[in-house]
């Protein structure tokens, strides 16, 4: 088990982040947030009738995302798109510890036809060009994991759960 660490699972819309972060937090024992319940209702609405989140539409969001990772006190994963480098820092400086960003990355093509195949989902595939234009992939700087999502769910996990065992021993 991995001790006291904290986990945010970020990317664009449709990426995979509710099914990565629940199968991860299956292997590691831990439990998953997912990010999209601790949304405020009007930004549900707004993103609902197509209409994309701006930053003062998240500050409020990203703090609870902080805040919920913060109040574990093991192990835990949260599902954050946290597409800009400053939402990345709002997560850190409100968790107050180390944070590790697991950035699920795909091409906009591998990513639409997932979003079309997944219903009931309140946010339509119409903005994903909207996320792709806001995301700031992690840089070197920052605790990092970028993970191609272009295989299975099962690789996916594997590829994470090797790169957390090189990172922690």
Request: hydrophobic share 45%; charged share 20%; net charge negative.
């Amino acid at each position: 088990m991995i001790a006291a660490q904290k986990f945010v699972i970020m990317g664009v819309s449709g990426c995979g982040k509710s099914s990565v972060g629940a199968a991860l937090g299956e292997k590691l024992g831990v439990a998953y947030v997912d990010g999209d319940d601790l949304h405020p209702a009007e930004n549900i609405a707004k993103m609902s009738k197509g209409l994309p989140l701006n930053d003062e539409d998240r500050w409020p969001w990203l703090g609870k995302v902080g805040e919920t990772l913060a109040a574990n006190k093991g192990c835990a994963i949260i599902g954050c798109s946290a597409l800009k480098r400053v939402y990345r820092d709002k997560i850190r400086e409100t968790v107050a510890e180390p944070v590790l960003f697991i950035h699920l990355a795909g091409s906009r093509a591998v990513i639409a036809a997932r979003m079309g195949k997944r219903s009931g989902h309140f946010m339509p595939g119409s903005l994903l060009d909207s996320q792709f234009a806001t995301l700031e992939a992690p840089q070197n700087d920052e605790l990092a994991l970028t993970v191609d999502i272009d295989q299975s769910l099962d690789g996916i996990i594997a590829t994470i759960l090797a790169a957390l065992e090189n990172k922690i021993s």
